[in-house]
Each structure stands twice: as C-alpha cells, then as structure tokens.
C-alpha cells in the first residue's frame, strides 16, 4: 500500500481553489456556446420565413399550400442516408448532427422550376432552424439535388 502525505498550506489550499474554479468557469461557458450548425441555420419559424428562404434561393411556391410531417433522422446511418447525406453536404448541411432527433419536413409545391412541372420543395425544420431539405421532381424519372440557388442547381 502506498500513502502520500502533503503538509497543505493556506497559499496551496487557495491556488487549487482557484485553477478548479478557473476550470469550471470554462468548461460551464463552453458548454453553453451554440454549435456552427446552429448559428449558421436560417430561422424558419413560420410558413412566410420558409416561403422566403426559398424565394432567397430562387424559388417561388405556392403560398398556403404547404404540407408537414414529423420524420426521424436515423440513428445509424445506412447506404440510402448517408447517400442522401451527402447530397445535403454539398449544399452545406449536415443531418448526421441530428441523429436520433425527431424534425419536421416541410413540403411546397415549385411553380417556376425551367425544366420540369412537377417539383417539390422540401425543408427540414429542427427548433425553428432549416437543417436541410432538397428540391425534387416528383415524375417518374425525377431528380433531387440539395438546397442550392436555382441558377446553381
């Protein structure tokens, strides 16, 4: 057995205080800081804030005729997500962030898309935040892409 004996002092008792202390304060306002991911997501709180995030990015939709439903991003990620991920990665998103976290999807309606006539818009909503979404055709032979301006998509 091994014992190991100090003789404490006022002036070592107070600088161990004060380097926990300094310690706590830290790590407490870290941990308070919101993520990149949070700061950088556009605010979504209601339809006309969606309708013009879209609108910013070269989309006009159908007002007032918006769908939503609840979706859970996945806590593994198997071949489709991360595919799907990395298609929200080109666009500057990332939905691994949220694994295991319920969102929302919104769904509008596209009217000006050059190509094609039936394209839908979608957004995923996390706290009020857009933390994705892509823009697809619903035809048959479709496409979807992420969330880029119209003219880069």
Known sequence: MFVLSMKTTRTRM??????VAMLLVTVFSLSG?????????????????????????GYEVLPNKSEVR???IPTESDEAFAEYNRLQL???????EYSGKRVKCWT?????????DTV???LYIYMDKIIGG???????????????????A
């Open 33 to 57: 800081r919101p993520t990149s991911t949070a700061t950088a997501a556009p605010v979504a709180a209601d339809d006309a804030a969606r309708q013009q995030y879209l609108a910013d990015l």
């Open 134 to 152: 892509d823009i697809a055709s619903t035809a048959q032979d479709g496409f979807c892409h992420g969330l880029k301006p119209m003219r880069a």
């Open 108 to 116: 509008y309606t596209v009217t000006n898309y050059p190509t094609e």
């Open 14 to 19: 107070f600088t161990v205080f004060a380097l």
């Open 120 to 122: 839908q818009a979608h």
């Open 70 to 72: 609840e979706i859970l």
């Open 90 to 96: 080109e666009a500057g998103h990332d939905l691994t």
